[in-house]
């Protein structure tokens, strides 16, 4: 939920912290306005510019989701379980599975890179 604020359109004053927007700066960098996010439920809250698709629930009196939001829901949790397996097959390597050292913060991205290539 933290990254999904950051990637608001909240002006500087009101961060609290400037490591704060300098982080949603970079965020803004890397995804553009046509990128989507899933999420599962806890997101549903969330507004924003950005395309956030969360699963459907059924609203109070319904007995049902329609065609079109129950197939919609049910693609979303199938993506949503395969990242979801994909990040417990992960956490089996000891290196991600532990506490990882902060020297090897610089080249984080490119260790989980070839960890995910090596999963694949």
Known sequence: ??????????????????DLFAHSQQ??????KNDMFIGDRGFVRCKGKWSLYTPDSIC???????TIKANQTTC??????????????LKQWNFIGSVVN??????????????????N
Request: glycine share 6%; charged share 25%.
């Open 102 to 119: 902060t020297d090897f913060i610089p080249v984080i991205g490119s260790i989980m890179r070839t960890l995910c290539a090596v999963d």
């Open 27 to 32: 965020l803004h960098a890397i995804f553009s």
């Open 1 to 18: 939920e933290l990254i999904w604020n950051t990637l608001s359109d909240d002006k500087v004053e009101d961060y609290e912290n400037k």
């Open 60 to 66: 109070k009196g319904e007995t049902q989701l329609s």
């Open 76 to 89: 979303i949790t199938r993506v949503l379980n395969a990242i979801e397996r994909g990040f417990g097959r």
